[in-house]
């Protein structure tokens, strides 16, 4: 059975790169890992890895080369002496839209094809059916086609574009939308959790609170896109900005910080100032993104 599947090389046995060797196997891949620390990769050994004695070995071994290591420059001091020759590596390390845009040039002037990769799950998702586990991919799109099967076994695959760019832009995009909400979680609970409260009630009240606002990036996406913040807007910029003092006049009864509110607060009034509070609060991004001179 084995035969009738890719081979592969997976470089770095952290929990992430654990979690992806174990479920590769478990699908019947033959496997070559490579960990600079050895000892991570002896329980592998005894499930049917092969275990190579140095990362240019374990490149050496098959035509798809999978990276996951701490960043960027582990990837470098990892392929150093590597001969990348008519391989396909797909770069899975935690890394920056610009760093990826580099280390596919890099690739590519050393005879690779090159894929990056961002992962949107955590080490107990991947290969857990239901988890919601995927990844986002970038980069050569003959690679992608290529290999999709085998690429999909430990998580769904999303294929973002030719530019090796947009799948870390994607990644982290995504983590400091997450990021934001969990900014608003903390408030939320540093302001009830001295009152007669049940937490866990109120958390489920939290979740399907916040569920129920996602619908709105929908229409951010749609404002953004026509150039229009106005159309179909329900609780205007200058309703919105009036209703903050109620915000941080209780945040101040409750003697909770106002410091993980203020700064969008302060954008969404920027943005009332400049004559926009018909809007709904899309302009924000134009700030951010120092596009003020946008018609909006």
């Known amino acids: 059975m084995n035969s009738e ?35 991570r990769a002896e329980p592998l050994a005894a499930d049917g890895a092969t275990v190579a004695a140095t990362a240019a070995e374990a490149v050496a071994a098959n035509d798809l080369v999978v990276v996951c290591l701490l960043d960027d420059a ?32 890099w690739a590519r002037a050393r005879g690779a094809r090159f894929l990056d ?10 290969g857990a059916p239901g988890s919601g586990a995927y990844m986002f991919y970038s980069g050569s799109r003959p690679l992608f086609d ?13 294929y973002v574009g030719e530019d090796p760019r947009l799948a870390a832009l994607h990644d ?5 939308a997450m990021y934001g909400m969990f900014a608003g979680v903390a408030h939320a609970f540093a302001l009830v959790r001295e009152e007669d409260v ?12 916040l569920t129920a606002m996602t619908a709105s990036v929908r229409g951010t996406a749609a404002h953004l896109e026509s150039g229009d913040y106005t159309g179909g807007v329900a609780s205007n910029l200058a309703m919105q900005v009036a209703g903050t003092a109620t915000l941080l006049r209780t945040a101040e ?24 509070g018909d809007e709904d609060t899309t302009g924000v991004i134009d700030l951010l993104a120092r596009r003020t001179d946008q018609a909006g």
């Open 253 to 276: 009864e409750q003697g909770v910080s106002p410091e993980l509110l203020t700064p969008y607060l302060d954008l969404m009034k920027r943005r009332l100032a400049d004559g926009r």
């Open 146 to 158: 290529a290999h999709r099967d085998t690429l999909a076994v430990p998580a769904g695959t999303v």
């Open 117 to 126: 990769g961002g992962i949107m799950a955590v080490p107990p998702m991947i």
């Open 74 to 105: 582990s990837v470098a001091e990892a392929l150093a002496d590597a001969d990348l020759t008519g391989k396909d590596l797909v770069d899975l390390t935690t890394g920056t839209p610009d760093q990826a845009r580099d280390r596919a040039a």
């Open 5 to 39: 599947k890719t081979p592969l090389t997976l470089l770095g046995l952290g929990a992430m790169g654990t979690a992806l060797a174990r479920t590769w196997l478990a699908a019947g891949h033959p496997l070559t890992v490579w960990n600079r620390t050895a000892a």
């Open 198 to 209: 049940a937490l866990t009630d109120f958390a489920s009240l939290l979740a399907g609170w």
């Open 172 to 176: 982290v995009a995504l983590l400091s």
